[in-house]
């Protein structure tokens, strides 16, 4: 899983470079790169960013993984991931959180009202859930954003892809496949070279390169 930026950072070489980050390990970096640029709007000194398979509404997005079938493959799995990194580092929780409470928790709904609530102070799972979700944000967004889903993603039902809201949106585009799940895209009988998602990965940032003089004019359009 990566979450893509393109940063201008001032260089006494070029003038002007670009930084690609990756992070491989968040799954929710996707949401939080939304929720930064819907925050920092004109001032995040980024000229474009790439989202791949976002959640664009966590309580939609429970209410998919609490399904029977999605809660067996996926969601069992997710919380129960989330209990033994409370339970490796217990100590440093257990001052803010009733860890053997936590510890009973068997969704990531259940994690989040016993554990994520209580650390960051919400009162509700639901206030915390529309607090992260982008969905109703992408009105702050000004920064050039690609976003690319599946319609068939348990993780965001399609009903939850906002289609109509960026229809209007002049910075945001929206790429929405019949198939793909969440972050696989896979192609071919054999999938196992290049898939839908790199080669959507690739063009992008060739595009960023090819065309960076004209994102920073629509940044610098936007913060005038």
Not at 95 to 102: L, R, Y
Not at 128 to 152: E, G, M, Q, R, W
Request: proline letters at 4%; a neutral charge; aromatic letters at 10%.
């Amino acid at each position: 899983m990566c979450c893509i930026l393109c940063k201008r950072l001032q260089s006494r070489a070029t003038g002007q470079l670009f930084l690609i980050t990756e992070d491989l390990e968040v799954q929710s970096c996707w949401m939080i790169l939304l929720n930064y640029l819907a925050k920092t709007r004109t001032k995040s000194d980024l000229l474009a960013a790439l989202t791949l398979s976002i959640c664009w509404n966590s309580i939609e997005s429970t209410i998919s993984l609490e399904k029977p079938l999605n809660h067996f493959l996926f969601n069992s799995y997710l919380a129960s991931s989330l209990r033994n990194t409370i339970s490796r580092h217990r100590k440093a929780v257990e001052s803010k959180v009733d860890v053997d409470f936590v510890l009973k928790a068997r969704s990531v709904r259940e994690f989040d009202e016993r554990c994520t609530c209580v650390m960051f102070g919400y009162n509700t799972y639901q206030e915390y859930y529309h607090d992260a979700s982008p969905y109703y944000k992408l009105s702050d967004i000004l920064v050039p954003v690609l976003c690319l889903n599946a319609a068939d993603d348990p993780f965001a039902p399609s009903h939850t892809i906002p289609v109509d809201t960026v229809r209007s949106h002049p910075n945001i585009a929206l790429l929405v496949t019949s198939h793909g799940g969440h972050i696989g895209f896979l192609e071919g009988m054999f999938p196992r070279h290049r898939n839908y998602m790199d080669r959507v990965l690739a063009q992008f940032i060739t595009a960023v390169f090819e065309h960076r003089d004209e994102l920073e004019d629509v940044c610098k359009h936007f913060s005038s």
